[in-house]
């Protein structure tokens, strides 16, 4: 990845040179979550902005990197990406078609704070995984924009995301300790929307998670899965993850209780 390339755009060539697509078409808020970032007001209000492919601006080479230029924009609303100024004919069938979808995974920003209490909330509301019911959810964007205002000060906690074609999949929440005896522990919540089950997402999650671990001198990983929660118990198996406990009625779950399996891996 050039060294010229504006930091803000990283991760949206991240996306590009993952995609297996050979045109693309991105809204502006898309681009936006990918980011992670706003886009500056000349890409809402310049065409220039998106066919330029020389410096001194470099945000060009999120995309021309990957071999991808710009074919069509319509201010405001999308862009369309095409490899080597080729764009596809309208009955041709992109290779690999099924597993074209493209996502990146990125820590969470200031501006991703509503989005992401969104994807919780339509989480929460799918699976009876989670630990607390919908409507007991009251985290605020104002709450969580001061919590990683603080995470950043303690270097040992951050959501992690995975954005798909630039919509919210998915995310896991990485929460480190502040005491010196455990702050080598850091605890784990994985979740993944259902529609994007079985991608992959939560492994890739998952090695990430063990990635940005590693980079803050955290040695161990904790997490806790329902024991019903049969395809989450086989993630965390495979990835490594060893059966430490089992808290018995742990949990209260549609006047039933639930058992409940702590595991931990030590990097």
């Known amino acids: 990845m050039t060294k010229n390339m ?12 993952v995609t297996t697509q050979n045109e693309i078409t991105l809204s502006f808020s898309a681009l ?4 992670g970032q706003s886009l500056p007001n000349a890409a809402y209000l310049n065409m220039s902005w998106w066919k330029k492919t020389k410096p ?23 862009v369309t990406f095409c490899r080597n100024h080729t764009r596809a004919s309208t009955n041709q069938v992109p290779e690999n078609n099924e597993n074209s979808s493209a996502y990146i995974i990125r820590t969470i920003e200031a501006s991703d704070a509503k989005a992401f209490i969104n994807l919780q909330e339509e989480i929460f509301h799918e699976t009876e995984f989670m630990y607390n019911a919908p409507s007991e959810l009251d985290l605020t ?18 959501i992690l995301l995975c954005i798909l074609e630039g919509t919210f999949a998915g995310y896991a ?14 605890s784990v919540h994985l979740a993944v929307k259902i529609e994007h089950h079985r991608q992959g997402i939560g492994q890739t999650l998952m090695d990430e998670v063990e990635s940005w671990s590693k980079e803050r001198a955290i040695t161990k990983l904790e997490l806790s899965v329902m024991a019903h929660n049969v395809s989450a118990l ?9 059966h430490e406990g089992k808290r018995l009625q742990s949990i209260m779950l549609n006047d039933t209780f639930i058992d409940e399996y702590t595991l931990g891996k030590i990097l």
């Open 56 to 78: 001194p601006l470099s945000h060009y080479l999120s995309w021309t990197n990957s071999g991808f230029y710009v074919v069509d924009v319509k201010l405001g609303a999308s």
């Open 6 to 17: 504006e930091k803000k755009y990283i991760p949206l060539a991240t996306f590009f040179q």
């Open 234 to 242: 086989q993630l965390f198996e495979k990835i490594g993850f060893q």
């Open 173 to 186: 929440f990485i929460h480190g300790y502040k005491h010196s005896r455990v702050k080598h522990v850091a």
């Open 32 to 35: 936006e979550n990918i980011i």
């Open 141 to 158: 964007v104002q709450q969580l924009r001061k919590d990683l205002s603080s995470w950043k000060k303690l270097k040992n906690r951050t």
